[in-house]
């Protein structure tokens, strides 16, 4: 941010972290994540529980301090500013909407203090109240709403103080599968309304794929790979982000000598096979290569390819996925449409795929 | 996590109870070891040596000089103060037993009734645990007396020829310990058993233990924290009891907190009522650290 | 319930309310002798509401507790605060026995104890000095009731004032404090009660003309069983029982997220005590 023109230019990125790392005692909660956001974004972050995610998240809100690294936003660094004077806000996976007070008061609790008028406060909150479609519900308790106007009470008590970037802790998962998949939904188009930065904490992968504009995997602290989720569906970085997202093929070789291109030969049991490869790898390097089922392609034993022979055949409704042993005992997932070709249990099958849809990823 | 600029103003918070407890309840603990040392005289404060705060460093070398451990040594010579703290040691220990046994199976009939009469049960057990202590054990008196209602029952019976004499005895104090304190063991007993998971009952029985093996592998186990806090809540201040013996154990039972009562208010001989307070402290301090633990320890898994 | 825990029950509690149900009978039996029936009578009330001495002693006793509890509320809830939400500090396990230990140290060590002190600093005993006393123990019980509720309260409560801007003094004022209000209810009554029950450490920190309720009955119930104590009973039994259903009703009505254990935890705190003579 040492550009001077940069500087509070929101339009380009509201929040940076940079080399952030927590520390409990000797449990190192997040490592050295950097990560900027853009304006207007939804971000997920992604990841099993105690990855770190949520710990990221008060990091911004300013529950809990950096060991070390800083988190600035439009410019400013953050570090040292107590929670209610950060200028992002907070919706928490309990929602933790105040019991005692109605729904109106809960939503209003941040506007005090901001100068405005009582009749603009009143306004405000209506507007907020239309907003995630409860009007009428005002002067409810927290305790007689169902689950869903719950979490919209939450969402609009968060965006009461329009925030630079909103961070949620969890948003849907007390929600249960029906509702969760209507409200993501929602969440998607009310951030494109708003133009609010979202940071959203989830552990469901598809739902970040449903939502987000770029996902950050994390893992054991560290954030693995930032993207779309085309991007990271196709390129993941490492075998956990290509496991994460979606069944996946890893089979395990070392990188032939071949000189660096965009395919490279990579020595399995397979035999030798060509896959997309970075440049960060070399050759004898132990590598996997990394192969969604969908992209394998199936034919007669007569026709090109290696060798296999079907184990296993499920029907999934929209696609059929078959297991096949491979001729040094492998076994290969490969999934299509129904209505092909019909190879059964015990048929013999060739197995083919481009180049380009196998990823080389390091061991 | 609050920020750091937030720590000056939690001192302030801690301040004030800790500035009272510390002057109200461990400065007079000092004074009263320092007393215990102290031998008595006809005077006011009775006792000697007095400190005098404004001698010095000689004040305060005279003063340690005058004190003796004479107290201490009447404690433990006379056979009336020892058989005293061994008939308090000896009568806690029982009734903290008997709790345990009569506790147990009221709590544990409590945790297993239905979320509809839990409340009801806590707020029964809870009423007299509220109501005057003294009240309490004076409602025996009217019990246990020779010509009392329960010699007049077993009498209508036929069960006893000639009215028993219960009340001024040892037993009618183990009664009045165990009346008393029973709502302190099965409270705690209480609020461990009604939080464990029936689930683990289930798999106990699933897996074929009886409904006795259930209880005695699984429930007891986990409630053990609160036997032990149920325990310890229900003999350290039995040990120091005043009112049970002095209502309901005659002249012949003593124990330490009435021999206390009575050297204080008797015989005006505080220094001597000031060692017999530090003996009682040495016998409960290592019961009440070990409550202090429980609780500490029943606080965090509550969390 | 099977029939072991109903019999268990039925015993448990009629030997609980057994003595206290004889107390009440005899407290309208028209005889002059306790084990005599001779008719029902509230002739026993009328000598009691006569008996100036003991209806003196009842106000000295209503004064010191209302102003002892107050004053235990306070402590006591910057206590439960300091062991609920200050994590480690220096000195916290003193801090934490002077909390917790007040509540189980034998009565006669503490009342000498304090006597002594009082003694030593030349302080008139008194009203005053029973209201010291009492805070004193009180503070601990209201500190066990509110730290078990500030347990229950979600943090997420708190996090998410401070992130709508409320800073350290507004969170308080407008979240902690209401959602803590039915437990120090509770425990202000806890402490009420202690403080009017209290026999022993009254005894020894008191002074001419500060007699309470309970040193005024026990010096008549030391001369043996007498009906008009039975009606005084009668009447304190009633008094309490109105106390703890208004203190139930207190801890029952805490609501929404982290409300759900408040009737157990208040029971479980409740239990965390003893009841001083």
């Given at each position: 941010m040492a550009d001077p023109l940069r500087a509070g230019a929101p339009e380009t990125q509201p929040l940076r972290l940079a080399n952030v790392t927590k520390r409990f005692g000797t449990h190192t909660a997040v490592e050295d994540v950097s990560l900027d956001l853009r304006s207007g974004e939804f971000l997920c972050l992604l990841g099993p529980s105690g990855c770190g995610k949520s710990t990221l998240l008060r990091l911004i809100a300013g529950f809990e301090t950096p060991t070390s690294g800083s988190i600035g936003l439009d410019g400013r660094d953050l570090a040292g500013l107590p929670p209610h004077r950060r200028p992002v806000n907070m919706m928490f996976q309990s929602y933790a909407l105040f019991p005692h007070m109605s729904v109106a008061r809960n939503i209003a609790y941040g506007l005090k203090g901001l100068g405005l008028s009582r009749a603009a406060t009143a306004e405000r909150v209506e507007g907020l109240l239309r907003l995630v479609r409860l009007?009428?519900?005002?002067?409810?308790?927290?305790?007689?709403?169902s689950g869903g106007q719950r979490q919209r009470v939450a969402l609009a008590r968060a965006l009461a103080r329009e925030p630079r970037v909103l961070l949620l802790d969890e948003p849907l998962g007390a929600l249960d599968r029906s509702l969760r998949e209507e409200t993501q939904a929602e969440l998607r188009a009310l951030q494109r309304r708003l133009a609010t930065s979202f940071v959203v904490v989830t552990h469901d992968p598809s739902e970040a794929m449903t939502m987000a504009d770029r996902i950050g995997v994390m893992d054991r602290g560290r954030l693995m790979q930032v993207g779309a989720a085309a991007e990271l569906y196709e390129r993941p970085a490492n075998r956990f982000v290509a496991g994460l997202l979606g069944d996946v093929n890893l089979i395990e070789g070392r990188l032939g000598a071949d000189a660096a291109g965009p395919t490279r030969t990579v020595e399995t049991g397979l035999g030798p096979i060509r896959a997309s490869a970075g440049a960060a790898l070399g050759p004898g390097d132990a590598v996997v290569v990394a192969l969604r089922p969908e992209r394998i392609r199936l034919a007669d034993e007569?026709?090109?390819g290696l060798a296999g022979r079907v184990i296993e055949v499920t029907f999934l409704g929209d696609r059929i996925r078959r297991l096949i042993r491979m001729e040094d005992g492998t076994v290969l997932r490969a999934s299509g449409p129904g209505g092909g070709p019909d190879w059964p249990v015990g048929a013999d099958v060739r197995l083919g795929f481009a180049p380009a849809s196998a990823v080389v990823l390091p061991a | 996590m609050t920020p750091r600029s937030a720590r000056p103003l939690r001192a302030l918070v801690r301040l004030p109870p800790l500035l009272w407890l510390g002057a109200f309840f461990l400065v007079p603990f000092a004074i009263t070891l320092k007393i215990s040392l102290s031998e008595p005289a006809t005077a006011m404060p009775p006792y000697l040596p007095v400190l005098d705060w404004a001698g010095g460093v000689e004040g305060w070398s005279s003063f340690l000089e005058a004190l003796h451990f004479t107290n201490f040594e009447t404690l433990a010579g006379d056979a009336l103060y020892r058989d005293a703290a061994l008939a308090s040691l000896a009568l806690a220990l029982t009734a903290t037993a008997i709790l345990i046994a009569i506790g147990t199976p009221v709590a544990y009939a409590m945790a297993r009734a239905s979320a509809r009469w839990q409340p009801i049960l806590v707020a029964l057990v809870v009423v007299p645990f509220w109501t005057s202590f003294l009240i309490r054990v004076y409602a025996w008196i009217a019990i246990l007396k020779p010509e009392g209602l329960l010699n007049a029952g077993l009498l209508r019976l036929g069960l006893i020829g000639a009215p028993l004499e219960i009340l001024n005895t040892q037993v009618a104090v183990l009664i009045g310990l165990t009346y008393a304190y029973l709502p302190f063991m099965v409270l705690p007993l209480y609020a461990v058993m009604s939080r464990l998971d029936p689930v683990l009952r289930e798999a106990a029985s699933d897996l074929g233990a009886s409904p006795t093996r259930v209880f005695w592998s699984v429930t007891l186990p986990l409630a053990a924290p609160g036997l032990v806090a149920g325990a310890l809540l229900c003999f350290i201040p039995m040990v120091g009891e005043f009112i049970i013996p002095d209502l309901l154990g005659g002249s012949e039972t003593l124990m330490l907190g009435r021999v206390l009562w009575g050297e204080f208010f008797s015989n005006r001989d505080w220094p001597l009522a000031s060692a017999v307070a530090v003996l009682m402290l040495l016998i409960v301090v290592g019961p009440v650290i070990l409550f202090r633990e429980a609780e500490t320890r029943r606080g965090e898994a509550a969390r | 319930m099977s029939g072991t825990n109903r019999i268990a029950l039925i015993l448990g509690l009629g030997f609980l309310y057994a003595p206290i149900l004889v107390l009440v009978a005899y407290s309208f039996n028209a005889s002059a002798l306790v084990t005599v029936w001779g008719g029902f009578s509230t002739r026993w009330y009328g000598v009691l509401l006569a008996d100036r001495p003991l209806i003196e002693a009842a106000w000295v006793s209503l004064r010191v507790a209302l102003l002892a509890s107050l004053i235990a509320t306070i402590l006591g809830t910057l206590a439960a605060l300091a062991l609920e939400r200050h994590g480690r500090f220096a000195g916290r396990g003193l801090f934490t026995g002077l909390v917790y230990a007040p509540m189980v140290m034998p009565e006669v060590i503490t009342g000498l104890s304090l006597l002594l002190l009082f003694v030593g600093i030349g302080l008139d005993r008194g009203i005053a000095t029973i209201v010291v006393a009492h805070a004193t123990f009180g503070t601990g019980f209201v500190a066990v009731v509110a730290a078990a509720r500030l347990r229950g309260l979600d943090r997420a409560l708190e996090e998410a004032a401070a992130d709508l801007g409320a800073g350290p003094a507004r969170v308080f004022w407008s979240i902690t404090l209401p959602l803590l209000a039915p437990a120090l209810g509770a425990g202000f009554l806890l402490a009420f009660t202690l403080s009017l029950d209290d026999l022993v450490i009254a005894s020894f920190v008191s002074g001419p003309g500060s007699t309470t309720l309970p040193m005024r009955l026990y010096s008549q119930v030391r001369l043996g069983v007498n009906p008009e104590i039975n009606a005084a009973s009668t009447l304190l039994i009633g008094a309490v029982s109105l106390l703890v259903l208004t203190a139930s009703w207190l801890t029952g009505r805490g609501t929404g997220e982290g409300g759900k254990d408040d009737g157990k935890e208040a029971g479980k705190a409740g239990g965390t005590g003893h009841a001083p003579a």
């Open positions: 009007d009428g519900f005002a002067d409810r308790r927290p305790d007689r709403l007569s026709g090109e | - | -």
